[in-house]
C-alpha cells in the first residue's frame, strides 16, 4: 500500500519556528513558568494535553516538572520536532497527530486535569463551527472540573489595524543564524471571512546570502464576546480572563461544569 503524505499549514514553518518563539519562552522550563499561576491549581504528576503543541517547548517544559503529558498538534512536521525536542530533555512525551476534531478517536472523555490551547492556535479552527468542534473535543476530554487554558490574539485590535506589513526590527539569532522576521496581515471585510497571515522567515548566513522560508496561514478571527458564549456552550466556564481591549494577547482559563 502507498502511504500518503499529509501536507499540512505549518510544516514548512515547523522547520524553523525557533524563530517566531520569543527568547523567554524558548526554554521549555520558561514556557511552563508562564502558566505558574494555573499550574499551582494541579497535582505535581496530573495528567495534561497541550493540543496545539507545535515545537514542543510547552509540553516538555510540563513533562520537567513531573506531569504526565500528551502532545497533539495537526502539523505532522510540527509532532516530529515535539518529540525530537522530549528526547533532548530526556522527557516523557505522548507525541500524537490529531486535529482537534480528531482528538476524541484517540483518548476517552473526562482523561485530562488541563488541556492547554496556546499561542495563538484557535483561529486555526475554520469559523464559528470549527471552533465550535475544535472547543467541544477539547471539553469531552477534560475531567469534570478539569480546566482549559487558551491563550489568544486580541482579534478586536488586530482587525482594527487593517491589512499591514509588520516586518520586526530586530535581527532574532538562533543556532548561530540570525534571521529577519515578517508578518504580512491580511484582514478581510467581515469578522467570519476567512482572514490570511503570511510568515516569512529570512535568514542571512556570513556569506551574505539569504534563505528564505515563509507559509501563508489561513484563519478565523473571532471576539472575545463570541469565544465566552463558545465555552459556555461546550460546557466550559470561565474561571479567569485577562481580556483587555488594548493588549496584544489575552489568557481565559475555563472549567468542565
Ligand atoms: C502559532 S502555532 C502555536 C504553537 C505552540 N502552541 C506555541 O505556542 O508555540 C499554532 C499551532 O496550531 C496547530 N494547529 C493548527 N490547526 C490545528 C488543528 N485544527 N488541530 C490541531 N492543531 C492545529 C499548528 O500546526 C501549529 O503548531
Same mark, same amino acid.
Given at each position: 500500500m502507498t502511504e500518503v503524505l499529509v501536507v499540512t499549514e505549518y510544516d514548512v514553518l515547523a522547520e524553523v519556528y525557533e524563530w517566531l518563539i520569543s527568547d523567554a519562552k524558548l526554554p521549555p522550563a520558561e514556557f511552563a513558568a508562564s502558566f505558574d499561576d494555573v499550574l $499551582?491549581?494541579?497535582? =505535581?504528576n496530573a495528567h495534561v494535553l497541550?493540543? =496545539?503543541? $507545535?515545537?514542543g517547548q510547552l509540553a516538555v517544559g510540563l513533562a520537567g516538572r513531573g506531569m504526565q503529558v500528551v502532545a497533539t498538534d495537526a502539523s505532522e512536521a510540527m509532532v516530529r520536532r515535539t518529540a525530537e525536542l522530549s528526547e533532548e530533555f530526556g522527557a516523557a512525551v505522548r507525541a500524537v497527530r490529531a486535529n482537534w476534531e480528531e482528538l476524541p478517536d484517540h483518548f476517552e472523555d473526562d482523561t485530562f486535569d488541563m488541556v492547554f490551547c496556546v $499561542?495563538? =492556535?484557535? !483561529? !486555526?479552527?475554520?469559523?464559528a463551527a470549527g471552533r465550535g468542534a475544535a472547543l467541544e473535543s477539547m471539553s469531552r476530554l477534560l475531567r469534570p472540573g478539569g480546566r482549559l487554558v487558551l491563550t489568544s490574539r486580541t482579534w478586536e485590535l488586530v482587525r482594527s489595524r487593517g491589512s499591514r506589513l509588520d516586518i520586526r526590527d530586530r535581527l532574532v539569532r538562533r543556532n548561530g543564524r540570525d534571521a529577519v522576521v515578517i508578518y504580512r496581515w491580511e484582514i478581510?471585510? !467581515?469578522?467570519e471571512d476567512e482572514h490570511h497571515i503570511e510568515i516569512a522567515i529570512a535568514q542571512v548566513d556570513a556569506t551574505g546570502s539569504v534563505l528564505v522560508r515563509s507559509e501563508l496561514l489561513s484563519c478565523w478571527p473571532y471576539r472575545y464576546e463570541e469565544l465566552k458564549g463558545e465555552l459556555h456552550r461546550v460546557g466550559l466556564r470561565t474561571e479567569v480572563s485577562t481580556f483587555d481591549?488594548?493588549?496584544?494577547n489575552y489568557m481565559v482559563v475555563a472549567s468542565k461544569v
Open positions: $499551582g491549581l494541579l497535582p =505535581s497541550d493540543c =496545539s503543541c $507545535g515545537t $499561542g495563538n =492556535s484557535l !483561529h !486555526h479552527a475554520a469559523g478581510a471585510p !467581515h469578522w481591549l488594548e493588549a496584544e
